[in-house]
C-alpha cells in the first residue's frame, strides 16, 4: 500500500485528524438522509480524488465500518495501484456478466476495508455505468457493506462522473490548491446541480498544514 495512504501508515498525524474531520463532517451533512453511497470525484483529472478516496475510506474502516470502495475511473484506474492489488480482473468483468461481485472483492491491509478494483478498460465505460447491472451490483454491495465509496471519473472531460452521482446518496468534489481553475469548479458544481445530484461539499486538498486548510473539507466556493 503506497505511503499515500497517511491514514493508515500514520494515524497520528494531523493530515490524518484532518480527513476523521471529514469523516465527521460528511455524517453530520445529511442527518435526515442516509448516505452509503459516496462519489468521491473532481473537476478534472490530477486534483487527487483517488488519494483523498483511500484515506477517507480507511478513516471509515477504522471505524468500524465495512467499508468497499469501487474503482469506477474506467479509463484511468488508480486504486489497484495504491492498495498494491492485481487488477487483472474488478467491476468491468463483473458488469459484462463474466464474474461474480464475491469473486472480485479485494481485502487490504486495513481491517474492515475492501477493493473492488476496474478490472480490464472497456471500450464504453460510460455506457457500462449507466447499466441496470451497475445499479443491481450497488444494491448488492450495499446488502454486504455499511459504505460504498466510489472513486468516480472527473466530472468535466467525461459524462462518467454525472452519471454515477445519479447512482451515489451524495457526492464530495476534490480540488486542488493552486491547480483547480475557478470556473472549472463553477462548471462541475453547475453540472451536478443541473442534475439534481446531492453534493455533500468539496475537499480542498494539498493546502499546506500551516495553511490550516490541509484537506480541508468546506462547500463554499467564489
Known amino acids: 500500500m503506497k505511503s499515500i495512504v497517511v491514514t493508515h501508515s500514520d494515524p497520528k498525524s494531523p493530515v490524518s485528524e484532518a480527513f476523521r474531520n471529514l469523516r465527521t463532517n460528511v455524517h453530520y451533512t445529511n442527518i435526515d438522509r442516509e448516505i ?12 487527487g480524488k483517488s488519494t ?20 469506477c475511473d474506467l479509463r484511468r484506474p488508480q486504486l489497484h495501484k495504491i492498495f498494491a492489488l492485481k487488477n487483472t480482473n474488478g467491476l468491468s468483468n463483473v458488469l459484462v456478466g463474466d464474474h461474480a461481485m ?11 476495508l475492501y477493493v473492488l478494483t476496474s478490472g480490464p478498460i472497456p471500450p464504453n465505460p460510460s455506457e457500462m455505468l449507466d447499466s441496470k ?14 459504505t460504498v465509496i466510489f472513486d468516480s471519473p472527473p466530472i468535466l472531460p467525461v459524462t462518467d462522473g454525472l452519471v454515477l452521482s445519479q447512482i451515489a446518496d451524495g457526492t464530495m468534489v476534490v480540488v486542488s490548491l493552486g491547480k483547480t481553475e475557478k470556473e472549472a469548479l463553477r462548471k462541475t458544481i453547475d453540472s ?12 480542498l486538498n494539498n493546502a499546506s498544514i500551516k495553511s490550516g486548510y490541509y484537506y480541508n473539507y468546506e462547500y463554499e466556493y467564489k
Open 52 to 71: 483523498i478516496t483511500s484515506n477517507y475510506a480507511v478513516t471509515l474502516a477504522q471505524s468500524g465500518k465495512r467499508v468497499v470502495v469501487v474503482d
Open 36 to 47: 452509503r453511497v459516496i462519489q468521491i470525484t473532481s473537476p478534472v483529472q490530477g486534483e
Open 192 to 203: 451536478l446541480e443541473n442534475i439534481d445530484a446531492n453534493i455533500l461539499g468539496t475537499v
Open 102 to 112: 464475491e469473486t472480485n472483492l479485494r481485502e487490504t491491509k486495513v481491517p474492515n
Open 133 to 146: 447491472r451497475m445499479k443491481e451490483l450497488v444494491q448488492s454491495l450495499k446488502d454486504h457493506f455499511d
